[in-house]
């Protein structure tokens, strides 16, 4: 839940106003899908969500956290045991191979069966013949799958997917966008989707609107 967020960011040309006095409410377990041009606000709205980004002023509350209370070590936290997120840009560790990727926040969490769940994840998105693979040796396609697991394998009560199959081919994007819902589904997590695609936040159970910094629908 947010209430009268605002966010004020400094530049060379003085104070922008990225967030100005955002209301929003969304259940758990429901499918947002929030919309929007080019610089309205919307991925900047996903960053205060996870706690990646303070507001100059509101409340933000998640899954029963108040993110305002709270310092970076539990923000961090609160996002490795509460949320899951998915970039346009997939973000992966090169160095580390799709098992490793998936396993890093098990790991971070101390779980000792890791890697077993996080076999099992990417088994659910269709990678059980790349664990060992490194991303560098995995088509786009399959690195928003391993993503995907990722975001999804600590079974987070938030899911934040900010234009996923942006870099995806037609096919490949619509392969991510059903697990994206049958994940969603299976588990109960809340999945808030930021997309230009006015058809895919159609699929959304609700959808909202940015413009401007505020929310307009």
């Given amino acids: 839940?947010?209430?009268?967020?605002?966010?004020?960011?400094?530049?060379?040309?003085?104070?922008?106003?990225?967030?100005?006095?955002?209301?929003?409410t969304v259940g758990a377990g429901e499918t947002l899908g929030v919309v929007g041009p080019s610089g309205s606000g919307k991925s900047t709205l996903l960053m205060v969500m996870a706690g990646l980004e303070?507001?100059?002023?509101?409340?933000?509350?998640?899954?029963?956290?108040?993110?305002?209370g709270m310092g970076e070590d539990a923000l961090a936290r609160f996002r490795r045991d509460r949320v899951g997120i998915v970039?346009?840009?997939?973000?992966?560790?090169?160095?580390?191979?799709?098992?490793?990727?998936?396993?890093v926040p098990l790991e971070l969490a101390g779980n000792?069966?890791?890697?077993?769940?996080?076999?099992?994840?990417?088994?659910?998105?269709?990678?059980?013949?790349r664990l060992?693979?490194?991303?560098?040796?995995?088509?786009?396609?399959?690195?928003?799958?391993?993503?995907?697991?990722?975001?999804?394998?600590?079974?987070?009560?938030?899911?934040?997917?900010?234009?996923?199959?942006?870099?995806?081919?037609?096919?490949t994007g619509r392969a991510v966008i059903e697990l994206l819902f049958e994940l969603n589904r299976s588990l109960g997590t809340t999945l808030i989707l930021v997309t230009h695609d006015d058809g895919l936040a159609a699929r959304c159970g609700r959808v909202v609107r940015v413009e401007d910094g505020r929310i307009s629908a």
């Fill in 87 to 103: 970039f346009q840009s997939f973000h992966l560790i090169p160095t580390m191979t799709a098992l490793e990727n998936v396993a």
């Fill in 112 to 129: 000792r069966d890791a890697f077993t769940i996080a076999a099992e994840a990417l088994r659910r998105v269709g990678l059980v013949g």
């Fill in 1 to 24: 839940m947010l209430e009268a967020v605002h966010l004020n960011l400094a530049s060379l040309a003085g104070e922008v106003n990225v967030l100005r006095g955002v209301d929003l």
């Fill in 54 to 68: 303070r507001p100059s002023s509101g409340t933000i509350r998640v899954a029963g956290h108040d993110l305002g």
């Fill in 132 to 171: 060992d693979h490194y991303p560098g040796q995995l088509s786009g396609g399959e690195q928003q799958r391993v993503a995907l697991a990722r975001a999804f394998v600590a079974r987070p009560k938030l899911l934040l997917a900010d234009e996923p199959t942006g870099n995806l081919d037609g096919a």
